[in-house]
């Protein structure tokens, strides 16, 4: 069953949608504000955002780009009563997939929500053995599973999400600003030491019982992932 948030503050509106959607067959959830519809999109997996302009909290141009940055495949439809071309451009160009007005018909919703899910599929087809790897290190982001040296490792989602990052950066140094950035999506507090304590959560489970180590601490720049 397809997943599709739904970030609208007209109360009326989110529930109309939710409701048209699930006699669809999709599961929905709706967010109220742009500042929680951020943060859901970027924290859960949906196969699609519907997104309102004028949001309390955060405007919605901004969630649709900050969402893009982290999840550049993530299809977005934005939902305004600004029709002008000037908008349209507007929600486009900050990374909107399409662009619909309001009022409009639910069965015009629903075609374009199963057209930008078909491209969505076609431009990236699921696959259950997408496998990233490091030495004996391995990450099926299909099946979520981790292993290494052949034996299962059992990670939390944030530390899943963790290792996910030094993977897809592996053989590069990524400061603590980068990992709070990207992983938790906060602002970094230097005052902070979230990102040690899961560090080492982290090292406990892949690299402690384990003769190559493979996350290194660079002093004064961040971490890296790679044989040593």
Not at 209 to 222: C, E, F, S, V
Request: glycine share 8%; net charge neutral.
């Amino acid at each position: 069953m397809k997943k599709i948030l739904i970030v609208e503050d007209d109360r009326r509106i989110a529930q109309n949608i939710f409701r048209g959607l699930a006699a669809e067959n999709f599961e929905a959830e709706i967010a109220y504000d742009g500042i929680t519809g951020k943060q859901l999109a970027l924290d859960k997996k949906f196969d699609l955002v519907l997104l309102d302009v004028n949001l309390p909290g955060m405007k919605g141009y901004d969630v649709c780009q900050q969402v893009r940055m982290y999840k550049p495949s993530l299809p977005i439809i934005m939902l305004t009563a600004y029709g002008e071309i000037e908008d349209k451009i507007e929600g486009l160009g900050r990374g909107a997939d399409d662009y619909i007005v309001k009022p409009f018909d639910f069965r015009e919703l629903m075609a374009r929500i199963n057209a930008a899910l078909r491209v969505s599929e076609l431009l990236n087809p699921e696959s259950t053995d997408k496998i990233l790897r490091i030495a004996d290190l391995e990450m099926n982001l299909g099946t979520k599973q981790v292993k290494r040296g052949g034996n299962a490792i059992d990670l939390t989602a944030k530390e899943f999400a963790l290792l996910e990052y030094f993977l897809l950066h592996r053989g590069r140094v990524v400061s603590k600003m980068d990992l709070a950035e990207h992983v938790w999506h906060l602002n970094f507090d230097p005052g902070t030491n979230v990102v040690e304590v899961y560090i080492n959560y982290l090292r406990k489970k892949v690299d402690k019982d384990y003769a190559t180590k493979l996350i290194h601490t660079r002093p004064g720049m961040g971490y890296i992932m790679k044989e040593e």
